[in-house]
Every structure is written in structure tokens, then in C-alpha cells.
């Protein structure tokens, strides 16, 4: 995408854009503020430079979009911001440039399938996601927020609901740091996935994983931080860690209420200290 040149004020109207700072090119970042309209956002995110806050008003804004500008993208109240793909696109907002921040909107509307996600960071140095809504209203999407082969990526504050595969899904992290916390995961096959990550490249903190199939999953993870997450009522697993996740931190966690087990480990040198739960014995002992 490609910055335009400056167009008329009913131009600028027609497409529900208002520039509301003018400022010179290199100089501070502009605010640009987008109101309902076709293709609203793509045509803010057109017109964007690197760095600039884009501030999306309150309404429905049927598109699917890509990012790939260093961009602030928040919704703006009153009133709730969503975006929609109305279940004809694979990605609804795909990050495809480092350092992108976006905050606050409700997303929904991915297809159903493999690879179907809501809010896609892949491949990118940084980035954030705070205080999200992700709902899959197309009968099973695949992922609410995919974090995939990343820098440091923040995760935080946000909400995920009903997806096939995983409300919060982190994989191939191999620097990071990836940080996933104070969010809500529910009503999903499972809350927050944690696979194929190096040591002491993912943080699991604080979050609430409730009435999924399990809570919290590492899949072939070593030294993963998981601490203080309140997990209750998943049909199958509190948290489960594979024979292939080994050496993780599994601490101050309240597990409880789980259908099949609390806690099963099948991995070799985690340590649990401070987890409290039911059923399923750690092994080794939870004290490390």
C-alpha cells in the first residue's frame, strides 16, 4: 500500500477518513481518523505512513484488512468498534509489519478451517494486541490471535471465544519475548496453545482459561513460563504439557474443576511450585 496525495474534504468524507492533524512529511505522527464507510479501513490504512495513529469510531466495518506499516490502530468510544470479514476471508486483520499496535476492537468473521484466524502476527519483530475481542461467528475458525515465528509480540487484556483450534495460539518463537496475559480464554477446543518454542522465549501470565476443552497446551515447548493463570472447568485438561515440553515453569497456578485431569505432565524436568489442583500428579514432585 501506497500513501495519496491529499484529497478534498468530500472526498475525504465519501470514504469515512478525516485527517484530523496535518502535519509535514518526517514530521510528527498524524492522527487519522476513520468513520463507517465502504472500505473505510483500507482506505485509512492507504493513506497511512509509518508511525501515524489510526483512530477507528464506533460501528460495524465490514472488510478484511492488511497492516503492513508500523501503525497504531485503536478503536475510539463511545461505542463498540468491529470488524468483520462476514465469513468470506481466511484472515480478517493480517499484521504483516514490525512493530504494528492494535487495541481495542472486536473481531470476527473468519472462515471456518484450518488456518482461519482472526488477528494474524506471523513473521514480525514486535507488535501488540490489548484489549481484543475475538469471536468466531463462522462455525469454527481455527485461531482467535496467532503469534507465529515472531519477535516480541504482547498479547494482553484481551478475550477469545469459541474456536477450533485455540483462543490464543504461540508457535515457532525462537527469540521472542512473547508475553500472553491478563486474557480471557473460553469456549474453545483450547484457551492458549504454546507450541514448537525455545527457552525462555514465552511468558503465560495471569490469564483465565475457563470452560474450553483444555486451559493451557505446550506441545513441544521448553522453558515456558506459566504463572498465576486461574484455570477452571475445561472438559478435558487444566493444563496439559506433551512428552515433548520439557523444563518449563509451571508456577502459582490455580487449577481446578477440570473433566479428565487438573494437570497432566508427560514432559521431564518441569517444575510446578505454588500450583494448587485437584487431580493429576506432576511429575517430577511440583516442588523443584
Known amino acids: 500500500m501506497s500513501a495519496t496525495g491529499t484529497k478534498s474534504v468530500l472526498a475525504v468524507l465519501a470514504v469515512g477518513l478525516a485527517v ?3 502535519t509535514p512529511a518526517g514530521a510528527v505522527p498524524r492522527r487519522i481518523d476513520v468513520y463507517r464507510g465502504p ?3 483500507v482506505r485509512a490504512l492507504d493513506r497511512a505512513r509509518a508511525g501515524d495513529v489510526v483512530r477507528v469510531h464506533r460501528g460495524r466495518y465490514r472488510e478484511a484488512v492488511t497492516i503492513d506499516k508500523r501503525l497504531t490502530v485503536k478503536a475510539v468510544g463511545p461505542g463498540r468498534v ?3 470479514g462476514r465469513c468470506r476471508t481466511a484472515t480478517v486483520l493480517d499484521v504483516e509489519a514490525n512493530g504494528v499496535t492494535l487495541k481495542g476492537f472486536t473481531v470476527q468473521g473468519a472462515t471456518a478451517g484450518l488456518g482461519t484466524i482472526e488477528v494474524d502476527f506471523s513473521g514480525v519483530s514486535g507488535g501488540a494486541a490489548r484489549r481484543m475481542v475475538l469471536r468466531d461467528t463462522c462455525d469454527d475458525a481455527e485461531y482467535g490471535i496467532n503469534v507465529f515465528g515472531t519477535g516480541s ?8 471465544h ?3 483450534d485455540a483462543g490464543i495460539y504461540v508457535g515457532g518463537i525462537g527469540a521472542g519475548p512473547v508475553t500472553v496475559s491478563e486474557n480471557h480464554a473460553y469456549g474453545s477446543v483450547r484457551g492458549i496453545i504454546v507450541e514448537d518454542s525455545a527457552p525462555g522465549t514465552v511468558a503465560v501470565v495471569d490469564n483465565r482459561l475457563d470452560g474450553n476443552g483444555t486451559g493451557i497446551f505446550l506441545h513441544g515447548s521448553d522453558g515456558v513460563l506459566v504463572r498465576g493463570n486461574l484455570v477452571s472447568g475445561n472438559l478435558e485438561y487444566g493444563i496439559h504439557v506433551d512428552p515433548s515440553s ?3 515453569s509451571l508456577f502459582e497456578n490455580l487449577v481446578s474443576g477440570s473433566g479428565i485431569l487438573d494437570v497432566l505432565d508427560e514432559g521431564a524436568g ?5 500450583t494448587a489442583y485437584g487431580t493429576g ?3 517430577p514432585p511440583p516442588t523443584c
Open 39 to 41: 472500505d473505510a479501513l
Open 82 to 84: 468491529v470488524v468483520d
Open 20 to 22: 484530523t492533524t496535518v
Open 162 to 164: 469459541g474456536f477450533g
Open 153 to 160: 509480540v504482547v498479547v494482553r487484556r484481551s478475550v477469545a
Open 270 to 274: 518441569n517444575c510446578w511450585n505454588g
Open 281 to 283: 500428579s506432576p511429575s
Open 246 to 248: 520439557d523444563g518449563n
